[in-house]
């Protein structure tokens, strides 16, 4: 059996007795903070896949000096918005780009900046956190699902992962709105993650494959959560696009 190790300072109690002269008392000791980060980070259900991601191990690509500099500046954006957080001028962060840019990877490094420095922190797949929301309208679901949404409203810093990324309906479109608006209005922060394009973000709208004859506009993220919700989510949020980088998993495979 693993022995859990006692804090040699405080034997585990997170107290330290403090003592001077004829003076004693106690004080918080130092491992508290570092538990109260391992903690959160635990709560924060970062998937597996992304639990290291950092900005350390963010590689910019050797190939391609355009694309290099240009992730290079994301990068320095992102790592910006985590060091200045919450007095930075935007309380919110939204990356959109194609697959694979390191969108999801950059937003989790910086959500465990945050964690590091004591937020709470919570990370929520787009789709599985309708899907859960919707469960918990059906009485016979577990409470996980039934607190699903007050989670979204509620939580210190949400990241919302691949924003838009499922069918439209009325009610994906209120649900979205209101937990955008919610945070918004309440100042609450969002990190949020897109590969849909955004006229505004810079992107091409228009769909060259499809070149002969004429061509195809792209669903936008307009299209999937609603205008309301998008441009109260452009209000509070940074927005940086990725660069057409080569896809990391395709890079990585070479
Ligand atoms: N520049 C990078 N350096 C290191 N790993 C990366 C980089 N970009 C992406 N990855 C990794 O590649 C995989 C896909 O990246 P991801 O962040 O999921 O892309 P996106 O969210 O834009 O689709 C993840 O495992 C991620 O950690
Ligand atoms: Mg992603
Ligand atoms: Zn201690």
């Given at each position: 059996?693993?022995?859990?190790?006692?804090?040699?300072?405080?034997?585990?109690?997170?107290?330290?007795?403090?003592?001077?002269?004829?003076?004693?008392?106690?004080?918080?000791?130092?491992?508290?903070?570092?538990?109260?980060?391992?903690?959160?980070?635990?709560?924060?259900?970062?998937?597996?896949?992304?639990?290291?991601?950092?900005?350390?191990?963010?590689?910019?690509?050797?190939?391609?000096?355009?694309?290099?500099?240009?992730?290079?500046?994301?990068?320095?954006?992102?790592?910006?918005?985590?060091?200045?957080?919450?007095?930075?001028?935007?309380?919110?962060?939204?990356?959109?780009?194609?697959?694979?840019t390191?969108?999801?990877?950059l937003?989790?490094?910086?959500?465990?900046?945050?964690?590091?420095?004591?937020?709470?922190?919570?990370?929520?797949?787009?789709?599985?956190?309708?899907?859960?929301?919707?469960?918990?309208?059906?009485?016979?679901?577990?409470?996980?699902?039934?607190?699903?949404?007050?989670?979204?409203?509620?939580?210190?810093?949400?990241?919302?992962?691949?924003?838009?990324?499922?069918?439209?309906?009325?009610?994906?479109?209120?649900?979205?709105?209101?937990?955008?608006?919610?945070?918004?209005?309440?100042?609450?922060?969002?990190?949020?993650?897109?590969?849909?394009?955004?006229p505004?973000?810079?992107?091409?709208?228009?769909?060259?494959?499809?070149a002969?004859g004429?061509?195809?506009?792209?669903?936008?993220?307009?299209?999937?959560?609603?205008?309301?919700?998008?441009?109260?989510?452009?209000?509070?949020?940074?927005?940086?696009?990725?660069?057409?980088?080569?896809?990391?998993?395709?890079?990585?495979?070479?």
């Amino acid at each position: 059996m693993p022995t859990e190790t006692v804090c040699p300072n405080c034997g585990g109690s997170g107290w330290k007795i403090i003592e001077r002269a004829d003076l004693s008392g106690a004080e918080r000791c130092d491992c508290v903070f570092g538990e109260r980060a391992r903690r959160l980070e635990e709560n924060a259900a970062i998937p597996p896949l992304y639990r290291n991601a950092s900005f350390d191990n963010f590689a910019l690509p050797r190939d391609n000096p355009i694309a290099s500099r240009d992730l290079a500046n994301v990068l320095l954006t992102v790592k910006a918005f985590s060091r200045e957080f919450p007095t930075g001028k935007h309380l919110g962060l939204l990356l959109v780009g194609e697959p694979g840019t390191g969108k999801t990877h950059l937003a989790v490094a910086a959500l465990r900046i945050l964690i590091g420095r004591g937020f709470e922190g919570l990370f929520f797949d787009y789709q599985n956190l309708l899907d859960r929301i919707r469960a918990g309208y059906n009485q016979a679901s577990g409470s996980a699902d039934r607190e699903a949404y007050r989670f979204a409203l509620d939580t210190e810093v949400l990241l919302l992962d691949d924003l838009g990324a499922h069918r439209v309906t009325d009610w994906v479109e209120d649900t979205v709105t209101s937990i955008i608006t919610y945070r918004c209005n309440n100042k609450k922060p969002l990190i949020a993650t897109t590969n849909l394009p955004d006229p505004d973000a810079g992107s091409v709208m228009i769909d060259r494959s499809t070149a002969l004859g004429k061509p195809d506009y792209k669903t936008s993220l307009a299209d999937r959560i609603g205008s309301r919700a998008r441009s109260r989510l452009f209000e509070m949020c940074k927005v940086v696009r990725m660069p057409l980088v080569e896809d990391y998993r395709l890079r990585r495979s070479i």
